[in-house]
């Protein structure tokens, strides 16, 4: 029910913008927020926002990544600056709501050295 779209290829320090369509959600929701997988590793959490806006970002992203939410579509957003190439992966938008945790397809980022 949710696609991530955005990904590409880009080189180290350049910046991509990641956003989530969804059909309509029509439960409140918690919080969103985008994972990052790759190959031979868990899917691990990259940054997430609560409907509040509350923000948290994993570590080795602070201050490059900004999480926001689409407030037309209620799905998260990602502004990601400073790329490096450790960032590869494919990235995963969710969206936590009272009912349900929807995921949707991700979108691969390649960070070229």
């Known amino acids: 029910q949710l696609q991530a779209s955005g990904g590409g290829l880009v080189q180290a320090g350049g910046s991509l913008r990641l956003s989530c369509a969804a059909s309509?959600?029509?439960?409140?929701?918690?919080?969103m927020g985008w994972y990052r997988q790759t190959p031979g590793n868990r899917r691990e959490l990259v940054a997430s926002?609560?409907?509040?806006?509350?923000?948290m970002y994993a570590d080795s992203v602070k201050g490059r990544f900004t999480i926001s939410i689409d407030n037309a579509i209620n799905t998260p957003s990602l502004q990601m600056n400073s790329l490096k190439p450790e960032d590869t992966g494919i990235y995963y938008c969710?969206?936590?709501?009272?009912?349900?945790?929807?995921w949707g397809q991700g979108t691969l980022v390649t960070v070229s050295s």
């Open positions: 969710h969206v936590d709501t009272v009912r349900r945790n929807l």
């Open positions: 309509r959600i029509g439960e409140a929701i918690n919080n």
């Open positions: 926002i609560a409907i509040g806006g509350a923000t």
